[in-house]
């Protein structure tokens, strides 16, 4: 608008001389002479006034051309250095100021590129003395997050107002395969934890508020240690066992959060109601046969009792012994299934036979084949206890071979519902000698024998002979991993857990969200990629993409990303584009299936977007669809970056991210956009705080006055 006004300024200034001149002349002459003057004038303009017209065209255009560039070089200029400015000023690693326009604005440009770069060799400087500084607390705080990744339990660390500070990979393992988004079906890809979300998203807050008053009331009491354990169901029906425990500042000290332990107890809680359905089964039939034994009893007490009536009480007595011993039985194999209590550590069975080959060699001196081992076996086992019984008994055979190779190999195949594992050797004479070798201590510091161990695996063990009279094996009978281990194993990603330390100074506080500053906020980053460009005529969503932003940072780890099938014919040209094809999406959840998840997933977040009115548009339409409303706080970069960058003419996605120095990768995927959003995101945070926009509502405010804030869709 300045522009125009500038190349036209010059034109409407001359016209309005030459218009005021000729009033000024004409108010100075007398009637004749003013009469005289216009009447010989009259033929003149009559004839030739085009040509002075055109003079005045030609000189406006001249004058208009020149004033528009003395425009942008002394007014747009100043203003692109000023916004390239602000950016260098707010982040040293921004593309530098451009160095154009007048000398003395290019001089100007070179100055603040230097100022920048000086400003980015101290901040590189100070980053070094800092980090040298907190290397010992970075060292503590990795070797948490490592402990916390290798822990066999769940563990998620709250802070008072229960917000996930900390969780490591198990526990999100775990609450994906237990906590499923109610409403959403199977394959949508939802995390019901992320870290800044409030855990009573998924665990009720009647059964967290119960528990830290417990803690609460042990706290009073000067328990040392005081915690609580309650049990909840999940949407899907596992039970799932919680300890609740207190997080301290020092010992004694102001509670500052919470740690939660988690386990699956439902197949516990199963086998021990199928054990006590059998106990109690067994209790009402042994009470039936010892009535019956007592009555055949006293009736064998009868002296005159003839001979086959004694015949016949007596085959009372010895079948209800019998069949007491087999429900006896019975009971101890439904005992036995419920495992042995000590704690077993699933793990794959190649790596189990690997680490005892390599006992057994450092300890006999002979190689030990295991080319027989089974590559798709897990165990259930101690793995410590077990192989050093395997290092015993092989010392025990090349002792009794006397120097000679015992061939020894490792063998391990499945059996049924179990294992075997076999420690074959070529002599099978070597396995008698001595003898009591289940029951002779293994030495070291471990008073254990082999039957101890295979009692702790609740297995079996045996010596088998080949049937070629030629070689023999030790074979364990061992538990195999339940169903499902792999992914109770900790995945690739399970190093560092994900924590954000500094939530635990974060507070909702009592504030409405408009009061509350920009920096203090969560956001979930979204974008969606659709059939096309008329939310109200027809078109669907094709793919939600999201990140989440808590503390200044982008959580990488907590992503949405969904295929959804549209329910109707994708365009040709929109695929050019987005790159979704019909085949993509056929079979993936429909709109009403994702956007539950999707809402759970953004729970108590702003939503932040580019041109953001547009994806909304489409949410707000398929409210009844879904059940669910998106009405928290909304911020557009597309408006704020108008209010950071009022000079600017253009404000796409690829303009704005390379005035800030964001590289855009992924474009025109949901995930891909999402995540430069998120990034320009917070480029633009300092750029608002610099002229005085501080928190959402001041942002919300400021936007609304926006050109682009009044596009309807």
């Known amino acids: 608008m300045g522009a125009v006004l500038a190349m036209l300024l010059p034109g409407l200034a001359l016209a309005l001389w030459l218009v005021l001149g000729a009033g000024f002349l004409l108010m100075a002459l007398d009637g004749d ?21 055109l003079w005045w065209v030609l000189f406006s255009a001249g ?19 000023a916004d390239a400015a602000r950016v260098l000023a707010g982040d040293p690693s921004a593309p530098h100021v451009p160095a154009t326009g007048p000398a003395g604005l290019k001089a100007l440009a070179e100055v603040v590129n230097d100022l920048a770069a000086q400003r980015r060799t101290l901040q590189d400087d100070m980053a070094r003395l800092v980090a040298e500084a907190s290397r010992d607390v970075a060292f503590q705080r990795d070797q948490l997050a490592a402990l916390m990744a290798e822990l066999e339990q769940s563990v998620v660390v709250l802070n008072l107002e229960g917000r996930i500070l900390l969780y490591n990979a198990r526990a999100r393992t775990l609450f994906r395969r237990l906590f499923r988004t109610a409403g959403t079906a199977e394959g949508v890809s939802a995390d019901p934890i992320g870290l800044g979300r409030s855990i009573h998203t998924v665990i009720d807050r009647a059964l967290m508020d119960h528990a830290r008053e417990t803690v609460e009331r042990l706290m009073g009491r000067g328990e040392a240690r005081p915690s609580a354990r309650f049990v909840t169901t999940t949407p899907l029906g596992h039970l799932v066992r919680v300890l609740l425990a207190p997080v301290r500042a020092e ?18 809680y199963e086998a021990r109601a199928r054990q006590d359905r059998t106990l109690i089964d067994l209790n009402e039939s042994a009470r039936a046969s010892l009535a019956a034994m007592q009555a055949a009893l006293d009736m064998l007490d009868y002296p005159d009792l003839d001979a086959s009536d004694r015949e016949r009480f007596q085959a009372v007595v010895r079948d209800e012994v019998m069949g007491l011993g087999t429900r006896l039985s019975l009971a101890a194999d439904a005992s036995s299934d419920m495992g042995s209590r000590w704690p077993l550590q699933d793990m ?20 030990v084949a295991t080319d027989q081992v089974d590559a798709d076996i897990w165990l259930s086992v101690d793995s410590f206890a077990l192989i050093g019984a395997l290092a015993f008994l092989a010392a025990r055979v090349a002792e009794a071979e006397g120097g000679a190779d015992p061939a020894f190999a490792l063998r391990l195949t499945p059996a049924g519902g179990r294992v075997h594992l076999d420690l074959a050797f070529a002599d099978a004479r070597a396995a008698t000698g001595g003898g009591g070798w289940q029951s002779a201590p293994m030495g070291g510091t471990s008073q254990l024998c082999v039957r101890d161990v295979v009692e702790r695996h609740g297995g079996e063990l045996w010596l088998e002979r080949a049937r070629a009279g030629s070689g023999a094996c030790f074979r364990f009978l061992l538990p195999a991993a339940s169903e499902g281990h792999a992914e109770a194993a900790a995945p690739a990603e399970s190093r560092p857990a994900y924590f954000d330390f500094d939530l635990f100074a974060a507070s909702a506080g009592s504030h409405a969200s408009d009061d509350r500053l920009l920096s203090d906020l969560a956001y979930t980053v979204f974008d969606t990629e659709t059939t096309g460009l008329d939310p109200a005529g027809g078109d669907e969503i094709l793919q939600i993409g999201a990140t989440r932003i808590v503390n200044g940072r982008i959580l990488a780890s907590e992503c949405f990303d969904q295929l959804v099938d549209p329910g109707r014919s994708i365009p040709e040209a929109g695929i050019a584009v987005h790159g979704i094809r019909p085949e993509m999406v056929r079979g993936k959840p429909r709109i009403g299936e994702v956007l539950p998840a999707f809402h759970a997933f953004a729970a108590e977040t702003v939503l932040v977007g580019h041109n953001v009115a547009f994806d909304m548009r489409f949410l707000t339409l398929k409210e009844e669809t879904s059940g669910v ?39 025109h995927t949901a995930l891909g956009d999402a995540l430069v959003t998120a990034d320009i995101f917070l480029k633009l945070l300092p750029l608002l705080r610099a002229r005085g926009i501080r928190t959402l509502g001041e942002a919300r405010a400021a936007a609304a006055t926006s050109y682009y804030a009044k596009l309807k869709y």
């Not at 002479?33 to 017209?53: D, F, K, W, Y």
């Not at 794959?348 to 190689?367: E, K």
């Open 63 to 81: 004058a208009g051309l020149l004033a528009r560039r003395f425009y942008g070089a002394h007014a747009e200029a100043p203003a692109r250095l």
């Open 348 to 367: 794959l069975g190649a790596d189990l036979a690997a680490a005892a080959a390599r006992r057994i060699a450092a300890d006999t001196g002979h190689a």
């Open 33 to 53: 002479a003013r009469s005289a003057l216009l009447g010989a004038l009259a033929p003149v303009a009559e004839s030739h006034g085009m040509v002075l017209v």
């Open 629 to 667: 409303a998106f009405d928290q706080p909304v911020l557009d970069t597309l408006l704020l970056a108008g209010l950071a960058h009022p000079g600017e003419e253009s404000h796409s996605m690829e303009a704005i991210a390379g005035r800030l120095g964001v590289t855009v990768s992924g474009r």
């Open 251 to 268: 010992a004694g000290g102001a509670v500052t959060g919470f740690v939660l332990l988690l386990d699956d107890i439902t197949d516990e």
